[in-house]
């Protein structure tokens, strides 16, 4: 069975630095793996994409990598903003389902 | 630019009513899912249907739980007989021609079950 981790559980960082989230899966056996963002009350935004072939996508100032072998992905955010204060969810999918982490709650400092 | 679409947005209903929450996928989206999220927990997968019937469902989708398309454009879920922990966040989300594509989300429904 499929398990997500993703740690840290919360981080404060002040505006500008850069950043790492980290995510971990059992099972390396999967199609791909998505970093979605979720600001609170609201719904999920995907924000990168990474199929099992690949090793890592970039958008703007994410990158995100994955290493099927160890089961572990990482989100790193270049010169962060308050904008980016959100909570960060993985998600790992296989047989048409996709599990999610519990995510990392992201507090950006102004 | 297109958006998986939720309604109602909030959800007010008595222990053991039957609820039906909405959704209006992406419309050249072929791959439907639920998802719910209990207040403070993951993100949990509820089920997934293609080409008019369920593709995968997790545990938590028993015979309480139903999902129709009625007709082209409508992707619904049904709970028959609401319990307490059942109260919610449920997104609905949609992907394109295959499963491997990006998840979009609905902006969810509160399911609030007294």
């Known amino acids: 069975k499929q398990e997500v981790t993703q740690i840290p559980a919360a981080l404060s960082v002040p505006e500008g630095e850069n950043l790492v989230l980290n995510c971990s899966f059992t099972?390396?056996?999967?199609?791909?793996l998505q970093w979605f963002r979720q600001d609170p009350g609201k719904g999920l935004t995907s924000l990168l994409l990474i199929q099992s072939s690949q090793r890592e996508q970039t958008s703007g100032r994410l990158n995100a990598s994955l290493d099927k072998s160890s089961g572990r992905s990482t989100l790193y955010i270049a010169a962060s903003q308050p904008g980016d204060s959100a909570t960060y969810l993985c998600a790992a999918n296989r047989d048409d389902k996709i599990i999610f982490g519990k995510g990392t709650r992201l507090h950006i400092l102004p | 630019e297109p958006e998986v679409t939720q309604t109602p947005s909030h959800q007010v209903t008595q222990m053991g009513q039957e609820v039906i929450l909405r959704c209006v996928p992406i419309s050249n989206h072929l791959y439907f899912y639920w998802y719910r999220q209990i207040l403070g927990q993951k993100v949990e997968f509820l089920v997934s249907?293609?080409?008019?019937?369920?593709?995968?469902k997790s545990e938590i989708f028993d015979d309480q739980f139903s999902v129709e398309r009625p007709d082209g454009s409508n992707f619904t879920l049904k709970i028959r007989s609401t319990k307490l922990e059942d109260s919610a966040m449920y997104f609905c989300?949609?992907?394109?021609?295959?499963?491997?594509?990006?998840?979009?989300f609905g902006s969810g429904t509160q399911l609030s079950v007294l």
């Open positions: 989300a949609s992907s394109t021609t295959t499963p491997n594509e990006k998840l979009f």
């Open positions: 099972d390396s056996a999967i199609y791909n």
């Open positions: 249907f293609y080409n008019n019937e369920i593709s995968e």
